[in-house]
């Protein structure tokens, strides 16, 4: 072989050049015997969350443990809006008047399979996202950024519709017992529902522009019965209803209300975006 061009131009003998490359390369007794090792890279928040979901979350008609329940959100707890690329500074988030009745609500998916998905909704000032439910699904919901108030239920017989807690008239109100009625301020503490718990029922109310990281396990699917309902409250005072004696007896300090199936509010308009903050890695 002929001589080689280095980097400069620079014509390298051949004997040269593999001296150059030998004295480069460390021994083995310099090494401790072994090959250096590449520095792993940091997981991110995101990345951690993500592995996580997918060692919790095992399909339909499963609810996570306790211990996993406390591990997904001690993760959710410390994520910040910089993990999913967002910043206070920007415009979205600068509290002003908004006119409109009910602003846009924009929603986007980070990751979604049959198991779970992860999903980010964008609220802007006096958005509210109506009363609706998550059936046979466990639900986290960690507020970013913004203020928001929530107000949740249960129904108050889970077990059966018909048996002593509904009203006897056509409207086919369903008892329903109130869980949460508040508002948030981020940085705030992961709020969990469950299939029948924690307030499977809930509206948000945006007070200033926020954004919420929801993690939804297993996801809304029409095709397995997952269709999402809305509903509208009614003061239990209003309506009387059978099994009263029932009602009587556990009422105590809890908070009632009647919930009515709605379709959904003919005002509400959500639109989907790309998400493009760090992705994950199904690796």
């Not at 107000?151 to 109100?173: E, I, M, T, V």
């Not at 981020?186 to 509206?203: E, I, K």
């Amino acid at each position: 072989m002929g001589a080689e061009v280095g980097v400069a131009g620079v014509a390298v003998p051949p004997e040269a050049k593999r001296r150059r490359v030998l004295a480069a390369k460390p021994t083995a007794e310099g090494a401790g015997g072994k090959r250096p090792r590449r520095a792993r890279r940091p997981q991110g928040a995101l990345q951690r969350l993500f592995q996580a979901c997918r060692a919790v979350f095992r399909g339909p008609g499963t609810v996570p443990a306790p211990a996993e329940v406390d591990l997904l959100r001690a993760i959710l707890d410390r994520m910040r809006p910089e993990d999913v690329g967002l910043s206070s500074d920007m415009a979205f988030f600068r509290t002003r008047d908004v006119a409109q009745r009910n602003p846009t609500i924009t929603h986007t998916t980070i990751y979604k399979s049959e198991k779970f998905s992860m999903v980010i909704l964008f609220l802007p000032q006096n958005a509210v996202i109506p009363l609706h439910n998550h059936p046979g699904m466990t639900v986290f919901s960690k507020l970013l950024l913004g203020s928001m108030h929530i107000k949740s239920y249960d129904w108050a017989d889970p077990d059966a519709a018909g048996s002593g807690a509904s009203s006897p008239d056509k409207d086919r109100l369903r008892l329903a017992e109130l869980v949460v009625d508040d508002d948030f301020t981020a940085p705030c503490d992961t709020s969990v529902l469950y299939p029948t718990a924690g307030g499977n029922m809930h509206r948000f109310r945006a007070i200033a522009p926020c954004a919420i990281l929801d993690i939804l396990g297993p996801p809304y699917s029409i095709e397995e019965d997952r269709d999402c309902t809305y509903y509208t409250d009614v003061p239990y005072s209003e309506h009387t209803m059978t099994g009263t004696e029932i009602v009587r007896n556990e009422q105590g300090d809890r908070r009632l209300a009647w919930l009515k199936e709605i379709e959904m509010p003919g005002d509400l308009k959500m639109c989907n975006v790309r998400y493009g903050g760090p992705q994950v890695s199904e690796r």
